[in-house]
C-alpha cells in the first residue's frame, strides 16, 4: 500500500506561479509512475503530468506542457509539480497518483490516490 498526501495548493492571481508537493509513505516508491491529475466542477479528472520510476521520463497534458514541470525525489519519497503562467482555466483540485505499471496515463490506470489540493486561479 502507499499512502499519498498533497500540499501547496491556495489562491494565486492569474500569471502566477504555485508549487504542490505529494509526500508518499512506503518501501518501494521508486518502483511506481507518478502523476498528477485535476478536476475542475463539472468537469471530468483529467491528467496534468507523469513522471517514470526513474525520473527520466515525463508526460504533459497539451493544456500545461509549457508551463508545469513535474519532478521526482526518490530518496525523500517526494514528487512535486511546478506550475508556472498560471490561468483561471487551471483552477481545480489537484491529485497525486501512483501507478505500479500505467500502459496509459488515465485516472484508471492509477493504483493509488491522495485526497487532493485545491488551486484556484483569480483574475
Known amino acids: 500500500q502507499v499512502q499519498l498526501v498533497e500540499s501547496g495548493g491556495g489562491l494565486v492571481q492569474a500569471g502566477g506561479s504555485l508549487t504542490l508537493s505529494c509526500a508518499a509513505s512506503g518501501r518501494t516508491f521508486s518502483n511506481y509512475d507518478m502523476g498528477w491529475f485535476r478536476q475542475a466542477p463539472g468537469k471530468e479528472r483529467e491528467f496534468a503530468g507523469g513522471?517514470?520510476?526513474?525520473?527520466?521520463?515525463?508526460y504533459y497534458a497539451d493544456s500545461v506542457k509549457g508551463r508545469f514541470t513535474i519532478s521526482r525525489d526518490n530518496a525523500k519519497n517526494a514528487v512535486s509539480l511546478q506550475m508556472n503562467s498560471l490561468k483561471p482555466e487551471d483552477t481545480a483540485v489537484y491529485y497525486c497518483a501512483a501507478a505500479w505499471f500505467g500502459r496509459r496515463w488515465t485516472a484508471s490506470a492509477m493504483d493509488y490516490w491522495g485526497k487532493g489540493t485545491l488551486v484556484t486561479v483569480s483574475s
Open positions: 513522471i517514470s520510476r526513474s525520473g527520466g521520463s515525463t
